[in-house]
C-alpha cells in the first residue's frame, strides 16, 4: 500500500519558499500517527525543510545529487528507487513531498491522506487537482480553527478507484 500524506489549502496549495504555509499542530499529531514506524519517501527539498530525519520511520530522500550527504537517512536517486527500498522494508509505504515527488508518485499511490486546510494562501507549490472519477473520499474527519490550530481543517482519506495500467 503506498500512500501519500499531504496538507493543502482550498486552492491545492502545499508550500511556499520550501515551507508550509501553515500551522497546525493537529494535522501534526495526525502525520505522526499515521506515518510512525513505516518508510517515508520524500524530496531532498522537503528533507532540508524538515531539517532532520523523521524519528521512529526509515527516512529515504530522493535526490539528484551525487555531492549530498545526511546522517540517518536513505539517499536514493529516482522514485522507483525509493520505493524498491520502502517496500523491503514495509509493504505500507508513505510519500510524504514535495510538489515534485508528489507528481511522480500519484499514479503508484493507493491511498490519499490529505488534510484539506480551510484557507487560501500564497503559495508556490500545489498538490496536483484530486479527481473524483479516480478517487473516492471514503473518510472526513474535520476540526474547527482554535487556539493552538490557526485555520479550520479537515481529514480526509481517499481510495483509488481506477487502478492505472
Known amino acids: 500500500m503506498i500512500t501519500i500524506v499531504v496538507a ?40 532540508e525543510s524538515i531539517g532532520k530525519p523523521l524519528p521512529n520511520r526509515t527516512n529515504i530522500v530522493i535526490s539528484r545529487r551525487k555531492d549530498w550527504f545526511e546522517e540517518g537517512i536513505l539517499i536514493v536517486g529516482s522514485v522507483k528507487e525509493a520505493v524498491k527500498f520502502a ?28 488534510t484539506l486546510v480551510k484557507t487560501e494562501l500564497k503559495a508556490d507549490t500545489f498538490f496536483p487537482k484530486i479527481s473524483p472519477k479516480i478517487w473516492d473520499k471514503t473518510n472526513e474527519i474535520c476540526h474547527e480553527k482554535d487556539e493552538h490550530n490557526e485555520f479550520d481543517f479537515c481529514f480526509q482519506t481517499y481510495e483509488r478507484k481506477v487502478k492505472l495500467t
Not at 500551522?23 to 528533507?47: A, C, N, Q, V
Open 8 to 47: 493543502m489549502g482550498l486552492n491545492n496549495e502545499i508550500g511556499a519558499d520550501n515551507q508550509m504555509p501553515w500551522h497546525l499542530p493537529k494535522d501534526l499529531k495526525h502525520f505522526k500517527e499515521i506515518t510512525s514506524e513505516h518508510p517515508i519517501i520524500m524530496g531532498r527539498k522537503t528533507y
Open 87 to 114: 517496500k523491503k522494508i514495509d509493504e505500507n509505504v508513505f510519500i510524504i513531498g514535495g510538489g515534485n515527488i508528489y507528481e511522480q508518485t500519484l499514479e503508484l499511490t493507493d491511498r490519499l491522506e490529505v
